[in-house]
């Protein structure tokens, strides 16, 4: 998890070749350059909305592989935030699995223009390319150990762990099973719906045997409910995440239209090659 603002400014050895060899080939001190890009924040981010640098990260399907996954998904979204404003409304799921469109376009680009949340949203998306699995063991009685599996992008084995964790680990919890609703919502969101009703009547369909079904609503509420826990957390301030949990907590549904935007409109064909769904995905 990325703890502040400022580390979220870092740029990769590769990513900083990438931005100079497509946006600046011709220039003579790259060296120069990409020391601009490290130190000057406005400089850095006017750069990443050059037009020939947006026009490699989108055609290109293998730039995902020559850069980093956070400055991958950062010039999705101001990609997302320059074409919504030119736009009047977004499109999202209904019932019944039917898109409908919402005169909420002004919102989106709000938000996307608070560079924290921008910036929050990238890594946490980048973080869903690398899902990691864990076994723990601890200690029931005197002479008798169990042991918990999960993945850090399945909700209910976090919210089970969780029960074991102690207070101060606890932000941590809070912020990945949020992290999980928003992005479930804005990248497959259809999955949401078609586990939790029919497509062509939208009833609702039985539960799985062992899971929880959820509905978008749900998974929305959660959502919302595990950012506020996460900004209220002692250590929220100290991280400097507070104001951006707090951000997302009143504006998750507005959050998962730019997520929403680049599914559907840059990545459509690569979620499932981008996003490693872990083990029991």
Known sequence: MAETDRGNLNLTAADLDFL????APETRDKARLKQILQEDEDFRNAFLEDEEIVRRVVADRKAFLKISPR????????????????????I?????????????????VDLLSRQEILRYLAEMLSSFTRVQSYSIAYRIRE????RIRFHDADVDSLLHLMEFAGEEFRIHFYKRIADIYLFTLGVFPEYVQLTFRYP???????PFIGTAKRSM???EEEGRKFYRLAAE????????????????????????????FIAENYISQDRRRLFDPGEDG
């Open 20 to 23: 100079v060899s497509t946006a």
């Open 71 to 90: 400055l991958y998904f950062e010039i999705l979204l101001r990609k997302a935030r320059k074409e919504l404003m030119g736009a009047s409304h977004t």
């Open 92 to 108: 999202e799921y209904g019932s019944g699995a039917r898109k409908v469109a919402v005169f909420d376009a002004g919102k989106v």
């Open 143 to 146: 002479g008798v150990w169990g």
């Open 200 to 206: 062509y009547t939208g009833k609702s369909r039985p």
């Open 217 to 219: 609503e749900e998974y």
């Open 233 to 260: 957390h002692p250590m929220a301030q100290g991280l400097a995440l507070a104001e951006v949990f707090h951000t997302l907590h009143d504006s998750f549904h507005v959050a998962r239209k730019p997520l929403n």
